[in-house]
T-cell receptor
């Protein structure tokens, strides 16, 4: 019973292609995230959605477009892939961050390699 | 500016010895602090968090962390290290301006048999 699941786990693709990563959570959370982890293991938030609405959009190229069909799903579509997009992408979820420090739960990651 | 720092890129400890992974923070309000662990080729797993209350927080896998307000630190500790504790450890603090987590750079913990 995976709490936050994302597919595919590994993705190798050529420059210029368009690809999507899917994410689903069964924790009943209302907030979902996409994080990027680079080759030096730095974690950077890309997007955050609450109840299907975008609440955080960090400085990310507009080739990256998140889509949330419902609060349990947050997919990431990437257009015109570039070599620099090679990274690990983590989906995560939590209750809405507010007064209390709600724990964020992560998926297992999607390893994207652009060749 | 709010920030979190993990001053050690890598920590090496012999199995059975106590371990400490350091974290310091800077926030304008009350700190909400988190530790996560990442095993190779895996996602991040929550270990423990400090919101309020007792300065010593106990978490998963026998880990604990001590909140020290005067030193603005939240060091992760374990009394007796296991080889299986070898992993990448991340400290995070909540950003008061948008309630999102600010992540440290990670510390690689190596436990030698």
């Amino acid at each position: 019973d995976t709490a936050v699941s994302q597919t595919p786990k590994y993705l190798v693709t050529q420059m210029g292609n368009d690809k999507s990563i899917k994410c689903e959570q069964n924790l009943g959370h209302d907030t979902m995230y996409w994080y990027k982890q680079d080759s030096k293991k730095f974690l950077k938030i890309m997007f955050s959605y609450n109840n299907k609405e975008l609440i955080i959009n960090e400085t990310v190229p507009n080739r990256f477009s998140p889509k949330s069909p419902d609060k349990a799903h947050l997919n990431l579509h990437i257009n015109s892939l570039e070599l620099g997009d090679s990274a690990v992408y983590f989906c995560a979820s939590s209750q809405l961050q507010g007064i209390s420090g709600n724990t964020i739960y992560f998926g297992e990651g999607s390893w994207l390699t652009v060749v | 500016a709010q920030s979190v720092a993990q001053p050690e890129d890598q920590v090496k400890v012999a199995e059975g010895n106590p371990l400490t992974v350091k974290c310091t923070y800077s926030v304008s309000g009350n700190p909400y602090l988190f530790w996560y662990v990442q095993y190779p080729n895996r996602g991040l797993q929550f270990l423990l968090k400090y919101i309020t209350g007792d300065n010593l927080v106990k978490g998963s896998y026998g880990f604990e962390a001590e909140f020290n307000k005067s030193q603005t630190s939240f060091h992760l500790k374990k009394p007796s290290a296991l080889v299986s504790d070898s992993a990448l450890y991340f400290c995070a603090v909540r950003d008061d301006s948008n309630y999102q987590l600010i992540w440290g750079a990670g510390t690689k913990l190596i436990i030698k048999p």
